[in-house]
């Protein structure tokens, strides 16, 4: 039984995290939270005490780090009594969040890949070139390290592991569809930190097809789902995390991520790599002032997490099976609905962020309870889902299905 | 009879002045150029060489000089023994050019007006907040001062004065209209300094209409002429220099200024305005880095020199003026067309930096001449036009007219 959470980092997903946490404070125990702002630490510490969310009486720990010192992270693990580090920090930290965590032998969770500054759409299966080098030394030190437990990646792994091996006999191809059909209401914004959702898109489109990895430019490949609730929409084929971690794990020869997105974004995204704005490389600017184009765009945009007051609409993001079941052809699609003006008002976050920010809580609950605490480094889809989709229905993400037999709700 | 020439800044303009001041050194005596970066001076001083300009033999000196340092232009224009110096550095240097003119005792020549690094589309007129206050400094120490003496400013505000003084009997408004149907084959680019550029159109636009100051946003005024051989064009009410002087010293009512501008020009202006990266204000990285968004716009655009080899197609820049002329309602247009090609041929750069670089050359020569050396500060138009426009339709400018009569060269 582990106990003790320390979330690292304080964007909207942090929010989310620090919310359910104390909602859960029962099973989790203290709950801290670090970031290089303590600023932004502290309202949310605020907001959690604002909307009463603790189960038990409490409060939250704040505490300024920069989480790429190890050491510094370490001596926040060991002063709180941490056994669960949530990492939903920039996603430049998870390496040295990760190390810390297996030298203290408590356990890590986050909810996207490890990046490098100076790096973009990394070779394929990228978890090889990071996290996985981790895995003897979790093994070593019976550290328990969830990768991409968020919702894309995250959920839809455990969708993905549901439909290969309870739903389907065979499966030919998972298709991770991650519609936004919400409107912020802003002239132009991203809805989680900029610099990272762009660099997402400005190199090239890695995907698993034909059991081959297959590289694509951003917009060159596009569908159209009639979904439910959200209904028609258009998705282009992207490069996500998801894709490097099942198309290792799970033996499905087409693994493809697609991401909804409007004429209005595509406009500026296009105007703003072909510019060269959405650089992760220096530029010198005729003063000689040394800056990297995409930090600027960043700071021009609206923060994400000031984007939730008047977010409406819902998200629809699910995973996407066919294949064979009974010798005849099925589709399954297994998925999430979620709707920003409720997440708002119970967690102060808007939607995207809420489905970022509830599953890494559920999993630190079953790593409290020993039921996913496995001791090694794991991806979602390694794991059982069924507990894991049980509590996140149970904690406001629900889980429904769509197939031959027609929309109703997952529950194991 | 002044001589000796100094050229302040090394861009594609300067680039032209050199070239012209070159192929005119019998009058005009040393060239030297100074600029932020000796080795943009050195580019300059050799492509003169490579299209053996100069009529007389003669090289060009090259100096390092941040301009913004009165003492250091000073010890230049001495160390040179410069009569005459040609401004066509960034505008934010024009005031410390000109105080060093002043201390000196020689002419100051310029083709825009001076602009302060945080400040924008300021107050009208605009020349009353900077180079008019030096009007009387430039009277007491008998120093020549021609400001806007580019095409536009510059020989715009000549064909002004030839439409308001010989053209008609009263004129009811002045319409500058500045098209470039040349094309450069690159995604996006300015043609001038991207910093100065936008920095036009990102606030308000000031016109002088029925006699009072009006202000409107951009892009919220168009209109379109069928104009000599670019055929039909879009042009957008643009702040722009010239309305500035010509509204103080043309009793006309009506002054305006067009820009001509593509849909695709336009999108990528708008986005990059809205998104806030076309700021002169300072933002702050989430790295705590200070820096002011244009600047780093301008560090990915290309350089504007840089378009020069690939430019095809023409220029038509023009003053269309609008009145009574012996009782009966009177248009006539005196304008001038450039080809990107030709001027690249003649001098290495694109049309733009060529339209703008002749004219401060013939004034140069008309200020060595003794024919323009006033004494005073000036704006282009309280000048006697005809020598100009004589020496521009030998200095590879000519210039035309349109009007009830048809359209002809225009030679005085």
């Not at 970031?35 to 630490?41: A, D, F």
């Not at 030298?103 to 790096?119: Q, W």
């Not at 920010?357 to 794991?383: F, H, R, T, Y």
């Not at 059982?384 to 027609?406: A, Q, S, T, V, Y």
Request: glycine share 6%.
């Amino acid at each position: 039984m582990k106990k003790n959470i320390l979330i690292i980092g304080a964007g909207g997903v942090a929010q989310v995290v620090a919310h359910k946490c104390a909602q859960h404070n029962d099973i989790l125990g203290s709950i801290s939270i670090a970031s290089r702002s303590i600023e932004k630490c502290q309202a949310i510490a605020q907001s959690v005490i604002d909307k009463k969310a603790f189960k038990v009486a409490a409060e939250i720990a704040c505490y300024q780090l920069d989480a790429l010192n190890i050491d510094a992270t370490k001596k926040i693990i060991q002063d709180t009594q941490s056994q669960i580090v949530i990492n939903v920090g920039s996603s430049f930290l998870n390496m040295s969040v990760l190390q810390a965590c297996i030298e203290t032998g408590v356990a890590y969770l986050d909810t996207a890949i490890h990046e490098e500054p100076h790096k973009i759409c990394e070779t394929p299966p990228w978890y090889n070139n990071y996290e996985w080098k981790r895995r003897e030394a979790c093994r070593q030190n019976h550290v328990t390290a969830i990768l991409g437990v968020g919702f894309d990646p995250g959920v839809v792994n455990a969708y993905a592991a549901v439909a290969v091996n309870d739903c389907l006999d065979q499966t030919d191809s998972l298709d991770i569809i991650d519609i936004n059909a919400g409107s912020h209401g802003r002239y132009f914004a991203t809805n989680f930190d900029p610099e990272i959702n762009f660099r997402e898109f400005t190199g090239q489109v890695w995907s698993w097809q034909n059991s081959q990895w297959t590289s694509n430019q951003m917009f060159e490949v596009k569908r159209t789902d009639d979904l439910p609730v959200v209904g028609l929409q258009t998705s282009y084929m992207t490069g996500h995390d998801e894709i490097h971690s099942l198309s290792q794990n799970l033996n499905v020869p087409n693994i493809r991520f697609w991401m909804g997105f409007g004429d209005h974004y595509i406009n500026v995204f296009t105007i703003l790599k072909n510019l060269g704005l959405l650089s992760e490389q220096p530029v010198t600017t005729a003063e000689g002032l040394e800056v990297v184009p995409l930090k600027v765009v960043k700071a021009v945009l609206p923060d994400p997490s000031s984007l939730a007051p008047d977010y409406c609409g819902k998200t629809c993001i699910g995973t996407l099976a066919k294949g064979r079941k009974d010798g005849k052809e099925q589709d399954v699609f297994i998925y999430n609905v979620a709707d920003h003006k409720e997440a708002y008002q119970e967690v102060g976050s808007q939607g995207i962020s809420y489905t970022a920010g509830v599953p890494p809580v559920a999993a630190a609950i079953l790593v409290a309870q020993g039921i996913w605490d496995v001791e090694k480094m794991v991806n979602v889809e390694e794991l059982d889902p069924k507990p894991f989709l049980n509590l996140l229905n149970r904690m406001g993400l629900p889980n429904r299905i769509r197939d031959e037999n027609g929309d109703r709700a997952l529950v194991f």
